[in-house]
Nanobody, 121 residues
C-alpha cells in the first residue's frame, strides 16, 4: 500500500500565504514526478505545479511568481509554498506522485485525499 497525506490547507486572507506539504508512505521503491493540482467548485481539476525527479519545475501561468514547488526526497515529501494568495486560488488542492513499487512493473500514479484552501476576507 502507498498513501499520500497532505497537510497545510486552511483559511487565509487575500495577500496571505500558506504552505502545503504532502508525504508519501508505504511500500515505495522510487518516486518520480510529483505535483500539485487543484479543483474549484464547478470546475475541472487543473495542474498547479509539477516537479520532476531531477528538480525541474513547471507552474501554471496564473501562479508564476507567487507559488513555489519543491521536494525533499529523503522525506518522500513535496511542498507548495503559496504567497500573495488571491480569492481565485480557492480550491481543494491535491498532491500527485508517480511511484514505483516492489513487485510491480512500471510507475503507478497516486493521489492524496485533498486539502481545502480558502482565500477570503
Amino acid at each position: 500500500q502507498v498513501q499520500l497525506v497532505e497537510s497545510g490547507g486552511g483559511l487565509v486572507q487575500p495577500g496571505g500565504s500558506l504552505a502545503l506539504s504532502c508525504t508519501a508512505s508505504g511500500s515505495i521503491v522510487s518516486i518520480y514526478g510529483m505535483g500539485w493540482y487543484r479543483q474549484a467548485p464547478g470546475k475541472q481539476r487543473e495542474s498547479v505545479a509539477t516537479i520532476t525527479a531531477g528538480g525541474s519545475t513547471n507552474l501554471t501561468d496564473s501562479v508564476k511568481g507567487r507559488f513555489t514547488i519543491s521536494r525533499d526526497d529523503a522525506k518522500n515529501t513535496v511542498y507548495l509554498q503559496m504567497n500573495s494568495l488571491k480569492p481565485e486560488d480557492t480550491a481543494v488542492y491535491y498532491c500527485n506522485a508517480e511511484i514505483s513499487r516492489p513487485m510491480y512493473i512500471g510507475r503507478i500514479n497516486y493521489w492524496g485525499q485533498g486539502t481545502q484552501v480558502t482565500v477570503s476576507s
